[in-house]
């Protein structure tokens, strides 16, 4: 059965958010430059995320949530992984989407283990 889960539209949207958020916020807080790694990043990310929350939109699946979390916990290492931590919008800006995404994430996972409802 093919439930829909407000959680997985949410996280599309957070995708779209990643896409964007370089340059929003290096138009918001001018600093240090970042770098066209960054944006390459931030781009497939965001792609990569969109796409498999607008996946588990259609086709309810645990492993799309857990993709999703990885991709989470993902986005709150990669500014010291791609060693952007210096920008601080956005280093926060990242660590934001990713606790958003776990927490979606998990959200839906629970929502998946939880019994449905019977009615009388």
């Known amino acids: 059965m093919n439930r829909y889960r407000w959680q997985d539209v949410i996280a599309a949207l957070m995708g779209i958010y990643v896409i964007v958020a370089p340059w929003l916020i290096s138009m918001q807080f001018p600093g240090p430059t970042a770098s066209r790694l960054i944006y390459v990043a931030h781009f497939v990310e965001g792609f990569v995320i969109t796409a498999i929350a607008c996946r588990a939109i259609v ?34 800006s990242s660590i934001v989407a990713g606790l958003v995404l776990l927490v979606l994430a998990g959200s839906a996972l629970m929502a998946q283990r939880r019994p449905p409802s019977s009615s009388w």
């Open 59 to 92: 086709v309810s699946k645990t492993w799309f949530e857990w993709l999703l979390a990885l991709l989470g916990a993902w986005l709150i290492a990669s500014p010291w992984a791609l060693a952007f931590n210096t920008m601080i919008a956005l280093t926060y």
